[in-house]
């Protein structure tokens, strides 16, 4: 089994920017990929970014792109999501996830991630 954490949410002006930390523990061998989804109340949860563990490949979701960027520390079993420019539309729980199998480029769909953080606000004030 996995387990992630996740840190670094709270409360932004829009304009501002923050960063999320997860950080794997337990067999983190088994972990490919890792990423992010995020969910409003009501709504689905929608792909982020991932990275690949062993060459870096990201992906981001279109919403994201050019605002977010993602990033790993191999060594300490963690990702990272710096968000800039943050939009009071990006208000939602954040979650960390991750996957067990090997792919060239991170999946965007949530039936690809095996393990989940528990999630982390952000909110961003107009």
């Known amino acids: 089994q996995v387990q992630l954490v996740e840190s670094g949410g709270g409360l932004v002006q829009a304009g501002g920017s923050l960063r999320l930390s997860c950080t794997a523990s337990g067999r983190t061998n088994s972990i490919y990929t890792m990423g992010w989804f995020r969910q409003a109340p009501g709504k689905e949860r929608e792909f982020v970014a991932g990275i690949t563990w062993s060459n870096g490949n990201t992906d981001y979701g279109d919403s994201v792109k050019s605002r977010f960027t993602i990033s790993r520390d191999n060594a300490r079993n963690t990702v990272y999501l710096q968000m800039n420019s943050l939009k009071p539309e990006d208000t939602r729980v954040y979650y960390c996830?991750?996957?067990?199998?090997?792919?060239?480029?991170?999946?965007?769909?949530?039936?690809?991630?095996?393990?989940w953080g528990q999630g982390t606000q952000v909110t961003v004030s107009s």
């Open positions: 996830t991750a996957d067990r199998r090997e792919r060239t480029v991170p999946s965007p769909r949530i039936y690809a991630y095996d393990y």
